[in-house]
């Protein structure tokens, strides 16, 4: 069974540059079309609720920290294996380690701010989709 659906965030880094233009565009030209997309800024509490699964990593206080400190782009795209072919797209966490190429190869500025995010399997996709968007914002 293949997923269709992946949740991306454009993360406040690429914002800041920006990259959400060039990045949206990448992401339409690699085949996804965006099922739900909104424009916002999360509070501290918020990112840490999303990232909870990492709160015993010692990154947590500057991941929650960067997430919250500027406004991100956040989408629910839609292709056949979404979830592996966009992490494929967005490339390696840490972006000098990133493919030629990928999103973050091509956008992120540090392992920390790395331009976007993606989910990493067909469940977590569906509870980041539902953490964002209720089924009156997809389309
Ligand atoms: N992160 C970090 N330092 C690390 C590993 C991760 O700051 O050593 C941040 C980075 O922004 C990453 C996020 O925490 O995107 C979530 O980490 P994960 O391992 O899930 O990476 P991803 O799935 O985003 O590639
Ligand atoms: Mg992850």
Redesign the pocket.
Known sequence: MTGNITFTMI?PDAVEANNIGPILSVINKAGFRILAMKYMRLTKEQAGQF?A??KE???YG??TE??SSGPIVAAVLVKDNAVADY?KL?G???PTKAEEGTIRKMFAK?????A???S?SNENAEIESNFFFSQLERF
């Open positions: 993360k990232y699964v990492h990593r010692p990154f500057e991941l960067y997430m992490r967005i390696a966490t840490d540090s392992i920390a701010a790395n976007v995010h993606g990493d």
